[in-house]
């Protein structure tokens, strides 16, 4: 079987770029008639794939690829639009939208929008290594990479980025030519953990229908859109066309915690990851995660963690 890394050899190719070596930590400039910016690639390990892309098209631009061997990737839009048609069907990319995609060898076309800045990050794996990570300790497996696919060429699974993941994200995105593997491994394993808890392992949830559950996950990105500000639970109800009834029901359901308990803990994780960073102090973060009083955040942040933050933000340095 042909190795997951070649179908990031064949994407690099449609640009007319020779990416073959694993890792590229310097930016790889694109100036062609097509467009212009960068491309960074990483391979910490041999079973993972980084690629940043920092892109401007001149105009709309559209590639064939033709994926030699399935694979998994998560996929998050940070600037720009991009839209994947597979067989007869289109997906489309848009900027904030964290992205599962289950992919088997097959043609499709990318299609690029012209004349925007365009900015994504990819983080891919192969088949063997999905597996491993659907497996638990003893052993056994309880979701298959062709049993999600069912028949198809290629799924998708989306939803807004999670604020603790934009701060993983920055750190990748940021990522100098001195940055160790283990850095690299440590962030991307974190990223797919997430995508993974949020897409599969959240997924069996017979009591709810579809439409229902599209309201609340729709709910949960609205609280994680507006953490500094979020609206009342009655609001929210509002806004996604629930009783507040059964939004607090099926969030439970769905997410095993209330709308603010949720909403609380994305809170304290993306603190810690803005505290460890060490760009903000305590005031700043607790400002930043929606708390107007950095005691009460403080006494938030020591009760999840065990460490107050300023502690925290100091070994940091």
Known sequence: MVDFHHNFHLFFDGFGLQLQRPNVPKPIPLRTQIGEGTFRRFVPRTDLDIVFSDLTFYGDFLMPLTTKTPMVEIHYCLQGTRVIHVERNQYEFAPGMCALELIDAGKAQFEFTGNQPYQDLSIALPISTFHHYMEDISGDR?????SLLGRKPFRLFHELIDPAAAVLIRRLTQAGQSVRNLEL???ALELLMSAFQSFLFEQKLPK???IDRQK???ARDIML???TNPPSLIQLARMIGLNDNKLKIGFKELYGTTVFGYLREKRLEKAFL???QGDLNVNETSLTVGY???SY???AFRNKYGVNPGSLRRRSF
């Open 208 to 210: 709810l229908s579809r």
């Open 185 to 187: 491994e440590c962030i």
């Open 292 to 294: 107007a009083n950095p």
């Open 216 to 218: 609340i996950q729709q």
């Open 142 to 146: 309880h979701l298959d990479f062709f």
């Open 225 to 227: 859109k507006n953490m």
């Open 297 to 299: 955040f403080s006494e």
């Open 274 to 276: 803005l505290l460890q």
